[in-house]
Nanobody, 120 residues
Framework: QVQLVESGGGLVQPGGSLRLSCAASGSVFSINAMGWYRQASGKERELVAGITYGGSTNYADSVKGRFTISRDSAKNTVYLQMNTLKPEDTAVYYC??????????????WGRGTQVTVSS
């Protein structure tokens, strides 16, 4: 089995920073693209940032210049550095990854999510 586990969420004041981590574990043979999504209360889940195996990145317009996605392939981990946080960044943040398992089956996996709350 493959699991994605997020960490690093919490409560932060506007203008503050948080760093999210997401580690893949289990029967991981290789990982393709990885990304972070978020879902605010009453809204649809949206892509925040993505990173390919080769390191190419893309961001939602709302976070460009404030958020940075990175990955450590040796650790099967993706990070999201979030700076200059705004109240509208409040959401549950989910990790997503395209993973080929040892049985050579490829699937997209989701983590359970981590809450980020930006409030004074």
């Amino acid at each position: 089995q493959v699991q994605l586990v997020e960490s690093g969420g919490g409560l932060v004041q506007p203008g503050g920073s948080l760093r999210l981590s997401c580690a893949a574990s289990g029967s991981v043979f290789s990982i393709n693209a990885m990304g972070w999504y978020r879902q605010a209360s009453g809204k649809e889940r949206e892509l925040v940032a993505g990173i390919t195996y080769g390191g190419s990145t893309n961001y939602a317009d709302s976070v460009k210049g404030r958020f940075t996605i990175s990955r450590d392939s040796a650790k099967n981990t993706v990070y999201l550095q979030m700076n200059t946080l705004k109240p509208e960044d409040t959401a549950v943040y989910y990790c997503n990854a395209g993973i080929k398992a040892y049985d050579r089956q490829f699937n997209y996996y989701w983590g359970r999510g981590t809450q980020v709350t930006v409030s004074s």
